[in-house]
């Protein structure tokens, strides 16, 4: 989420960001943006099943496009078997994808159960470097080899830094709902470093496993900016010390939704992961989509290149969903999607509602799918944030100013005790509780 300005405890040498999140910004993506292009009539396409009209994969009965230019990828030549229509996913007829469907009726099919998640003592891929998280088949494994599902919360440390009414206490509170995971903000201007080891340390002891981000770049559109980012975690002293001391149990996010055109999204990451390889952080690194952290469209299709162009192979890809995901439907495809590709993917944020229609209305996301969905396939998700965020969002805290897990909001405690929620599929990192 782009920062907002706390409306308590802001320590008076810092001075937080004021972009505030995806709305009012020209650059997000809205549903229909990922690739959609002009309906066009079929040519010569394959007809639709006769037992049905569409394809099961991966247990959703999925439409097939009307026409083959309808893949997102489609003018760059990288196609992937999958086309936008309609705000929503389609099969492009004869593609990879769309031949190991089966045919069914998109209004009566029962799902298939979910897809069995990975069992223990994955083997580290050779060349994999890191001593702590990797990737492998689309998976996000600790140390031990053991798969991974993250059910976290982002925690605004840069921005409440008062030790003993900041973030820093706000951890113990987290983890009293069962979260398995913490994203800690974090902002290259906060001097006092050891803030962040203690943060780390709290959430290790805390049974969490921490992922630090950068919030500098938030919304910005220069190539060089996520290697910035990544020059500060390389070339600061303290900060890389850290970042290697936690290596066994830390994932870095890079740049908090950076904005970049999609165009130069390999490029501006390749530099990056090029200054922290060259610095001998072997970690996972965690790249957020752009378009403010919405496209998702952009790491599903671009995650297996830079994948590729990591000489450690071991990134994890991170969309947040707002207001693109206003449609329930949409969300399931992501998800689908990220699977097909095998791309390593997680939700870092999302909300309940964000932004406004054209009629001034609140945009209802339908978290309750995600959710749903995300237990279903095996993705992480850590929901934003556990308190301060400024008035105009600040319906998206999940507790009360005072940081108590004892005064959750009604949003706090559908993350918390839903039915999908925090306490009811979190499971720890094995890595704490495998000797």
Do not use: K
């Not at 770049?217 to 303290?238: F, K």
């Amino acid at each position: 989420m782009a920062p907002s300005v706390p409306d308590v405890q802001v320590p008076a040498d810092v001075t937080p960001s004021v972009s505030d999140d995806p709305e009012g910004s020209p650059n997000v993506q809205q549903p229909g943006d990922l690739g959609e292009v002009e309906e066009m009539p079929p040519t010569g396409m394959p007809q639709v099943p006769v037992a049905g009209n569409g394809l099961l994969i991966n247990g959703a009965c999925t439409a097939l496009c009307l026409s083959d230019a309808t893949d997102a990828d489609a003018t760059t030549g990288a196609t992937d078997g999958w086309g936008w229509e309609n705000e929503a996913s389609c099969l492009v007829a004869g593609s990879a994808p769309a031949s190991q469907g089966i045919a069914c009726d998109l209004m009566t099919s029962e799902p298939l159960p979910p897809p069995a998640l990975p069992g223990s003592n994955v083997i580290r891929p050779e060349g994999v470097d890191s001593t702590g998280f990797y990737v492998a088949g689309g998976r996000l494994f600790d140390r031990y080899g053991n798969d991974f599902v993250m059910r976290g919360i982002n925690d605004p440390l840069a921005w409440f830094q008062n030790r003993n009414t900041g973030a820093l206490q706000w951890l113990d509170e987290i983890a009293s709902t069962g979260a398995n995971s913490v994203r800690l903000v974090w902002e290259t201007d906060v001097m006092d470093t050891t803030l962040l080891r203690q943060a780390i340390q709290r959430s290790i002891d805390l049974n969490m496993v921490p992922m630090v981000e950068l919030h500098d770049v938030t919304g910005g559109r220069d190539v060089d900016d996520p290697a910035r980012m990544a020059r500060y975690y390389a070339e600061t002293d303290a900060v890389r010390e850290i970042l290697l001391d936690y290596e066994d149990y830390l994932l870095i996010n890079i740049a908090n939704e950076w904005d970049g055109p999609n165009d130069i999204y390999v490029d501006a990451y390749t530099r990056a992961i090029t200054v922290l390889r060259d610095a001998g952080l072997n970690h996972t690194l965690v790249l957020d989509a752009n378009g403010y952290g919405q496209s998702a469209n952009t790491v599903i299709t671009q995650g297996q290149t830079l994948l590729g162009i990591d000489p450690q192979h071991n990134l994890l890809f991170s969309t947040h969903m707002y207001e693109s995901f206003r449609n329930a439907q949409t969300i399931r495809d992501t998800l689908q999607r990220a699977a097909d590709a095998q791309v390593p993917f997680i939700v870092g944020e999302f909300g309940f509602q964000h932004g406004t229609d054209n009629q001034g209305n609140p945009i209802q996301i339908p978290f309750d799918v995600l959710l749903e969905q995300s237990e279903q396939r095996g993705f992480g998700y850590l929901a934003w944030s556990w308190t301060g965020n400024s008035a105009d969002v600040a319906y998206l805290d999940l507790t009360a100013q005072s940081g108590s897990a004892d005064a959750l909001s009604d949003w706090g405690n559908d993350i918390v005790n839903g039915p999908n929620g925090i306490r009811a599929t979190a499971v720890p990192a094995s890595l704490f509780t495998q000797p």
